[in-house]
C-alpha cells in the first residue's frame, strides 16, 4: 500500500493537466511512440489514433499490457489489435513493461513492492493520453496477454475507478485483496492445454489457483446470479456469468486444446501450443465491452480505500507542503473537493465524489 501511495503523488507532481479533455494538446493519427516521466523514469508506451477521431467527440481508450519478455509491438502482432482500433473507432495504449516484464505477481499483486511502480506508470499513461485527446472516460478498458493478463487483473483491482472494463488471454487472476470498489466486467480466454498457466492452476510459483477459480471468484465479487454455457465452435465453449452488478458480466471462452496462444492469430507462438482460429479474441472481446456500457457514478471515498488515504494525506500534509499542487483548493475545501480534485488529475484511484 505504501508504495501505491507513494506513486499516486510521484505521478501527480509530475502532472499539469485535467483528465477531462481541454483541447490543448494532440497525439497525431495513426501509431506513435511516446515519452513519458514517472517516478523519476523515463519510460515509453505506443499510442494509437484512429483516422476517425475528431476532437470534438470523445473516443474510448483501451490500454494494452504484453506478456513477459515481450514488447507492445509483439502484442500488436499477436493480437491485430491495430486493424480493431481502425476498425472501430477507439484509441490504445500500448504498455512497456522495464525489461519486458511487469511488475506483477501472485494473486495479481505486485511481485516486487520495491520494484517498477507500473500503477503509476499506467496513470502516467492515462494523464498523457487524456491530455492529448478526448477519452470517453466510461470507456477505458484493459486487455492482456499472459502477464499481461495478470496485470490487467491487478489494475482491475488497483484502478478500478478508471477502468471499466478487462479482457484478458492467458492470464486471468482474482485480485486478493480485490481493491476495486466497484462491479468490473470481466472476459476471459483460456486453452485447457495451457502449459505456461495451467488451466487446472498449480504451475509457476506466481500461478496458484485454477482459471475456473478466478473466474467464480469474479462473478461472485460481481454479484452475479445466473450461469449460461454457450458454443461458439467445435473446439470453443463460452460460460457467462450474468445477472451482475451494475451489468458487470464475467465471461469465460474455454478452447479446448488451447496452448498459450492468442485466438485467432496468425503470429508464429512457436511450441507454446495450438491455437484456435474458430475465433478472433480481440473482436470477442469488443463485441463483449461493447454490449455492457459502465454508467456513470458517484462515489465519495471511505476508509479503507485507496482514494481515502491519497485525499486525506492531501488534506493534512500535501496541501501545506505543495499547494502548487491543489490550485483552486485551500485547507478549508471539503473532502469532497479534493477528492474531485484527485480523480481530475489522474492523481489516485478515485471516483467523482457525490455531492
Known sequence: MRQLIVGFFAVFAQSSMPYAWQGTGSLPLGLSSVQVWQGGVQRRFLAYVPSSYRPQANVPLWILAHGSDD?????????????????????????????????????????????????????????????????????????????????????????????????????????????????????????????????????????????????????????????????????????????????????????????????????NFGDLGYVTHEIAAEKVMHDFFVTRPVQPRCHTAVRGESCYVAVTWAMKIGIEQHPAWYTGLSKDSTFEDFQAHMRKYIAADCAEPCA
Not at 477519452?135 to 484502478?159: N, P
Request: proline residues 5%; aromatic residues 10%.
Open 71 to 267: 514488447s507492445p509491438e509483439i502484442f500488436l502482432s499477436m493480437s491485430n489489435m491495430q486493424r480493431m482500433a481502425e476498425r472501430h473507432g477507439f484509441a490504445f495504449a500500448g504498455l512497456e513493461g522495464i525489461n519486458g516484464d511487469f511488475n506483477v505477481g501472485r494473486d495479481a499483486n505486485a511481485e516486487n513492492p520495491y520494484g517498477p511502480d507500473d500503477v503509476g506508470y499506467t496513470m502516467a499513461v492515462m494523464q498523457q493520453v487524456t491530455k492529448n485527446l478526448n477519452v470517453d472516460m466510461q470507456r477505458i478498458r484493459c486487455a492482456g496477454f499472459s502477464r499481461g493478463a495478470r496485470f490487467c487483473s491487478r489494475l482491475a483491482s488497483e484502478l478500478s475507478n478508471f477502468i471499466t472494463g478487462v479482457a484478458v488471454v492467458s492470464g486471468v487472476r482474482y485480485p486478493m485483496p480485490n481493491n476495486a470498489t466497484r462491479a468490473m466486467p470481466l472476459i476471459a480466454f483460456h486453452g485447457t492445454m495451457d502449459a505456461v498457466n495451467p488451466y487446472k492452476g498449480q504451475g509457476p510459483e506466481y500461478w496458484g489457483t485454477s482459471v475456473d477459480d478466478a473466474v467464480q471468484r469474479w462473478a461472485t465479487f460481481n454479484g452475479c446470479k445466473t450461469q449460461h454455457w454457450k458454443r461458439l465452435g467445435s473446439q470453443v465453449l463460452e460460460s457467462r456469468h450474468s445477472d451482475c452488478r451494475d451489468n458487470a458480466d464475467v465471461t469465460l471462452v474455454l478452447v479446448t486444446g488451447g496452448g498459450h496462444t492468442w485466438p485467432g492469430s496468425m503470429y
